[in-house]
């Protein structure tokens, strides 16, 4: 998949609708881990599809686990039930913590009663994640473990046989990540012979994550004990993990929080209505509802269900520990720039270990859009903002920077004498695959900009000159939705035909228009999601579209259908009047050409390419008359715009005349190299 390098979101005014929420990704590795454990076969309902569920999939494989995947779409797992059926892998965790730690647990355990020798690493910034604390753990129990780079910290190796010492309690630090015991609780029931016990030294934070885990042991077979405090825990002796059979991922609660606080901020009319979590969540996190209903958001609640709207503007500051909600706490960081005030989030010490350091990286980018913060240990105060830069976000592979960030786009909504609105840019904007690959998909589903506002870059030029590949191009770099408008008459044609429609009846072809569902997708052509661009190239299709063109309604109504197609993050037009008659004010126009002879050539080798028998003079002189029939038309005559750019790519690859448009573009944003 090609790599976008960045994503420009318009200044955004509103938003109402529903979304659906990805599986939590707490939930989905817990579930695969502790299916992967047991004796039977697991099927997981409403996984999460993400790079850290990847990974975990891909680890559970190499460690001798059957994966499958119905039709419907439920992934069953039929696990080793505890035996080792690889004794020597190594696994690559990419990032995911929520792969790292319990399976350092359980593997370590593992080797060491069943031998066996396990490599563990990760992507660079998961061996600065310190693991020391469950290292030490481990290795108090007698597992053998080196950590192959800087001690405390991934890749690590494990090995095994060795003799395990269980008659003492575990002990194990709970103020640097909740996940160090989540991977005791885990592991530990794969050796208990006798009563096992974990104590937690220092307070626990993220006490909520821990509770996840407390609930999945129990539908696994396994009730843990503990104490009211959370600093003692009894693993029961004979634990064993057996399959419930059925499990159904709920949905992200973290993820809930964008949502939350777009309904806490834009969602004036009607409601934002997030389904997937509500107040049945097992999940903690679902208790960020709680500080956006403090901040002003107006919330309903459900067993699987929210609904968001605006209640108090400004959003009112607020001063919270944060220690129930640490990945959700992010959000209010952004959502103060929009407060009555200060806004201190407390006890967040845990964001400094995280994907990055996420104090530091909020309190970096939230500069960027002109806020002023402070920030210490384990804690930030956001001030709100009065007048909003236009800022390039770095997400430092963090898919929750990128996700947060995302909220400062309603800058829009601010009182105008708060300065003009601006566009907020999200690099690496595809960091979010981590727990949420469709997030802006969603977002842009649900929300509502100004069309003025949504940017489009027109690409016109005559027949031949590879404005189709290049608009493909600079829209896949750019992340922005395709038209191509040469394809409308003869998608219209076609469409006519098949519904029935006599091609003759102007207004019957017009009032077809609106409802046509068409798409533009890597050189093809969707209509009602089946691809058509065979069919558009045959000649029946050719002579349907000069006789749906010939009608005065049927061009009105195209006309407006080219226009709809300026929506969210933006358009790369290409034809033959994009910049000239149809989105005149757009900010970028290129006019592409080349020679005659470049283009006959071209078409030429694309055709004998396919099988078909080609003249490669007789194509040069066709395209001359249809430059000359394009150029003298009454009607959208083949012209540049006034302020189009020029480009001759007769001696350029179209990966170069795709830059050099990039470059071009990059000149009229707003943003600071």
């Not at 509103?14 to 989905?28: E, Q």
């Not at 299709?541 to 005065?552: I, K, Y």
């Not at 009105?556 to 005149?584: E, K």
């Not at 350029?652 to 990039?662: A, F, K």
Request: net charge negative; with cysteine; proline share 5%.
């Amino acid at each position: 998949m090609y790599k976008i390098p960045f994503l420009d979101l318009p200044p955004l005014r509103g938003a109402a609708g529903t979304v659906s929420l990805p599986g939590s990704k707490s939930i989905s590795n817990r579930v695969l881990l502790l299916a992967g454990l047991s004796e039977g076969v697991t099927r997981v309902h409403d996984l999460l599809a993400s790079d850290d569920t990847k990974v975990m999939l891909a680890a559970l494989r190499e460690l001798g686990c059957q994966l499958e995947t119905g039709a419907d779409g439920v992934l069953s797992v039929t696990g080793i039930g505890g035996r080792l059926q690889a004794r020597q892998t190594k696994l690559f965790l990419g990032n995911a913590g929520t792969a790292m730690r319990p399976l350092t647990a359980a593997l370590a355990l593992l080797a060491a009663t069943q031998g066996g020798e396990f490599e563990l690493s990760g992507v660079p910034r998961m061996h600065e994640r310190p693991i020391g604390d469950l290292v030490d753990a481990l290795r108090a129990l007698g597992c053998p473990i080196d950590c192959l780079g800087q001690e405390g910290y991934p890749p690590l190796r494990l090995n095994g046989p060795a003799t395990l010492t269980l008659d003492a309690p575990v002990r194990v630090r709970g103020d640097v990540s909740s996940q160090f015991l989540t991977a005791l609780l885990l592991a530990l029931p794969l050796v208990a012979e006798r009563d096992l016990v974990i104590e937690v030294t220092g307070e626990l934070i993220s006490k909520p994550y821990v509770h996840i885990t407390l609930e999945l042991l129990a539908r696994f077979g396994v009730h843990v004990q503990r104490d009211d405090d959370w600093q003692r825990f009894v693993i029961p002796a004979g634990s064993r993990y057996r399959s419930p059979g059925e499990v159904h991922v709920e949905g992200d609660a973290s993820s809930a929080s964008y949502f939350v606080a777009l309904g806490a901020i834009a969602a004036t009319d009607a409601p934002v209505r997030i389904e997937g979590v509500g107040s049945s969540s097992v999940q903690g996190d679902v208790r960020f509802v709680e500080a956006a209903q403090a901040m002003g958001a107006q919330v309903d609640i459900g067993p699987n269900w929210l609904e968001v709207r605006r209640g108090a503007w400004p959003l009112k500051a607020l001063d919270l520990d944060c220690n129930h909600i640490p990945d959700a706490a992010m959000t209010l960081a952004v959502m103060a720039l929009y407060a009555d005030g200060p806004t201190t989030l407390r006890n967040i010490a845990s964001w400094r270990v995280k994907e990055t350091d996420r104090i530091a990286a909020m309190a970096t980018e939230l500069r960027k859009l002109g806020a002023q913060v402070e920030e210490g240990p384990d804690w930030l105060r956001v001030h709100p903002l009065k007048a909003w830069n236009p800022a390039a976000i770095h997400t430092y592979d963090d898919h929750r920077v990128a996700m947060c960030f995302s909220l400062a786009a309603f800058n829009g909504l601010q009182d105008d004498r708060q300065g003009p609105a601006v566009p907020v840019r999200i690099l690496d904007p595809q960091c979010v695959a981590k727990t949420f690959p469709d997030y802006f998909e969603t977002l842009f589903g649900v929300v509502r900009a100004n069309v003025e506002d949504i940017p489009v870059i027109t690409i016109d030029g005559p027949t031949a000159s590879g404005k189709g590949t290049l608009t493909d191009e600079v829209a896949q770099a750019l992340g922005y939705d395709v038209l191509d408008s040469g394809a409308l008459y003869r998608v219209t044609g076609l469409a006519a035909s098949r519904h029935h429609v006599d091609l003759d009846d102007g207004e019957a072809v017009a009032a077809l228009v609106p409802t046509l569902d068409l798409k533009f997708e890597s050189g093809r052509v969707l209509l009602d999601e089946e691809d058509v661009s065979a069919d558009l190239r045959q000649e029946a299709t050719g002579l349907m579209a000069s006789q749906v063109g010939a009608h005065p309604e049927v061009r009105r109504a195209l006309h407006q259908l080219q226009l709809n197609f300026r929506r969210l993050p933006g358009l790369v037009a290409d034809g033959r009047d994009m910049g000239t008659a149809i989105f005149p004010a757009a900010p970028l126009k290129v006019f592409l050409t080349a020679s005659a002879a470049t283009r006959a050539e071209r078409r030429y080798k694309q055709l004998i390419s396919k099988g078909i028998s080609a003249n490669i003079d007789s194509l040069r002189a066709d395209l001359e008359a249809r430059d000359a029939r394009d150029k003298g038309r009454s009607a959208s005559p083949l012209q540049a715009a006034a302020d189009a750019i020029e480009l001759d790519n007769s001696q350029q690859t179209i990966g170069e005349s795709r830059d050099l448009v990039l470059s071009w573009w990059q000149e009229r944003r707003p943003f600071k190299a």
